[in-house]
């Protein structure tokens, strides 16, 4: 039996993130208000064991790098490792409406 990974983004509202850190609330108490699925926007979506063997396969972040957001621009970025073959691809969404 061959499991798939789901790759989702979880949205939280950044409001009840800072009441977490301000310890107005339980760190189990935010809440996702949406998710998106990924994997039909990666470009490759093959295990990274396929290029990376010698990891095993419990240690492996699977296709996803690093994120980062643009709080002016409102614009999600996205590293999917190994998109093009051996190198790294960088997805981009504008999330929002910018002001």
């Given at each position: 039996m061959m499991l798939t990974t789901i790759l989702?983004?979880?949205f939280y509202d950044p409001a009840?993130?800072?009441s977490v850190a301000k310890g107005e609330?339980?760190?189990y108490q935010p809440q996702p208000y949406?998710?998106?699925p990924l994997n039909s926007y990666l470009f490759n979506p093959m295990p990274m064991s396929l290029y990376l063997p010698e990891i095993p396969a419990g240690q492996q972040k699977h296709f996803l790098g690093g994120c980062?957001?643009?709080r002016v621009n409102h614009y999600l970025?996205?590293?999917e490792l190994h998109?093009?073959?051996e190198y790294p691809l960088i997805h981009v969404w504008r999330v929002g409406n910018p002001t």
């Open positions: 989702l983004i979880i009840n993130l800072a609330m339980q760190p949406t998710t998106m980062a957001f643009d970025y996205i590293v998109g093009d073959g």
